[in-house]
């Protein structure tokens, strides 16, 4: 079975401080990634995705992250950040067990807290 | 297009009692999942469903229980509440055909059991 660790769950930083938000998986085979943020009384937003290709993928709003699969990780990057970006990041990674197959398995979560 | 959108958006229930939640999926997707998102947790995956049938299922026990419509919409039922059912139920829609590769959540039902 695969899982999910975020190793912060709380990061505060500074405005315009670049940041980082690490997450590591375990799985026995390959898998997809994805970044969600969760806004404070809402659901989950896709923030970007990886799937195959290029290790560094981008996404919204400047972020960015990079697959490592030697070290299983798939670190969050951002390198300006805005007090919009306060809010809680979910790493979460699928099976491609193909169609139908549909399972995020999703970390505990880091809440980022952007200091004026 | 209205996306993924769920009713009620707040619910209070006593013990014992039964629940049931609401999801319309994005226009264009087929497939729902339901996730319990507890206090300071991430989201667990309870089920999902695609052409009207339970395809996948966690860890969670038969008092959860779904349904598909032929419109795609779907149900969460919770029966013989427990207080540690109280979270934030979140609903997503994906394709099928897309392999499911890309969830869009609706903004949850929040249920209190007291």
């Known amino acids: 079975a695969q899982s999910v660790t975020q190793l912060d769950s709380q990061v505060p930083v500074f405005e315009e401080a670049p940041v980082e938000l690490r997450c590591n998986y375990s799985?026995?085979?390959?898998?997809?990634l994805f970044w969600y943020v969760q806004y404070p009384n809402q659901g989950l937003q896709l923030l970007l995705k990886?799937?195959?290709?290029?290790?560094l993928v981008k996404g919204i709003n400047g972020f960015e992250a990079e697959f490592n699969k030697s070290q299983t990780s798939f670190h969050l990057r951002k390198p300006s950040v805005h007090i919009s970006d306060t809010a809680e990041y979910f790493c979460?990674?699928?099976?491609?067990?193909?169609?139908?197959?549909?399972?995020?398995?999703f970390g505990k979560g880091t809440k980022l807290s952007v200091i004026p | 297009d209205a996306g993924v959108t769920q009713s009620p958006t707040h619910l209070i229930k006593t013990r014992g009692q039964q629940v049931t939640l609401r999801c319309s999926p994005k226009?264009?997707?087929?497939?729902v999942s339901w996730y319990q998102q507890a206090l300071g947790q991430g989201p667990q995956f309870i089920f999902q469903?695609?052409?009207?049938?339970?395809?996948q299922r966690g860890n969670f026990p038969d008092r959860f229980s779904g349904h598909q419509f032929p419109n795609y919409s779907s149900e969460l039922n919770v029966n013989a509440l427990l207080l540690g059912d109280s979270a934030l139920y979140l609903c997503?829609?994906?394709?099928?055909?897309?392999?499911?590769?890309?969830?869009?959540f609706g903004q949850g039902t929040r249920l209190t059991v007291v």
């Open positions: 799985s026995s085979v390959s898998v997809y």
């Open positions: 990886y799937l195959s290709g290029s290790t």
């Open positions: 997503a829609s994906s394709s099928y055909r897309g392999m499911n590769t890309e969830a869009f």
């Open positions: 979460a990674v699928i099976l491609p067990r193909g169609a139908g197959s549909y399972q995020l398995t």
């Open positions: 226009s264009g997707h087929d497939t």
């Open positions: 469903y695609y052409e009207e049938e339970e395809r």
